[in-house]
């Protein structure tokens, strides 16, 4: 919380330009705030909002592998289709969080997922399923949970 309350009291004090729609519940799932995540959804923010970088705060939650949040998030009802619409990183435009997930490993959150309906067969732009993401690093777990699919 203090690290969400740090950032935003710098931007406001350093003149920067106000948040996007997401920023704020972007941050908290980035830094793994459940309780400054659950307080942005109290004060307006929306759970499918994009930011200012293109991702969602499930997208965020997965990619810093904060597994709680990420539950919360789809518990709250996230999106599991949703996709980027900004390039991030190695990561293009249209990368689902079962994308995410299964190139990191985070068994745990491919089975919750799994469970919320993503589908297991979007190929993303460079031509790759999350199964050949979790292939491709020796994820066993998650290449076993996405065959069940």
Same mark, same amino acid.
Not at 36 to 59: F, P, R, Y
Not at 66 to 92: E, F, H, I, M, Q
């Given at each position: ?14 003149? !920067?330009?106000?948040? @996007? /729609? ?6 908290? &799932?980035?830094?793994? +705030?459940?309780? *400054? /995540? ?10 499918? +909002?994009?930011?200012? #970088?293109? #991702?969602? !705060?499930? @997208? ?7 597994? =709680?949040? *990420?539950? #919360?998030?789809?518990?709250?009802? /996230?999106? =599991?289709?949703?996709?980027?619409? $900004? ?9 689902? =969080?079962?994308?995410?997930?299964? &190139? ?6 491919? /089975? !919750?997922?799994?469970? $919320?309906?993503?589908? !297991?067969?979007?190929?993303?732009? $460079?031509? $790759? ?21």
């Amino acid at each position: 919380m203090k690290k969400v309350l740090l950032a935003t009291m710098f931007l406001v004090l350093s003149g !920067a330009q106000m948040l @996007h /729609a997401g920023d704020s519940l972007s941050r908290a &799932a980035i830094a793994g +705030d459940l309780s *400054a /995540a659950q307080g942005c959804l109290k004060s307006g923010e929306k759970v499918n +909002d994009i930011d200012k #970088w293109g #991702w969602t !705060a499930l @997208h965020w939650s997965i990619y810093y592998g904060n597994t =709680p949040v *990420a539950r #919360w998030l789809l518990d709250t009802g /996230a999106d =599991p289709n949703s996709r980027t619409v $900004k390039d991030y990183g190695s990561y293009l435009v249209g990368t689902t =969080p079962l994308i995410l997930a299964s &190139a990191y490993g985070h068994d745990e959150i491919v /089975a !919750a997922l799994l469970k $919320k309906k993503a589908d !297991a067969g979007v190929v993303d732009r $460079k031509g $790759k399923k999350a199964i050949d993401y979790a292939r491709e690093y020796d994820f066993h777990k998650c290449v076993s949970l996405l065959e069940r699919k």
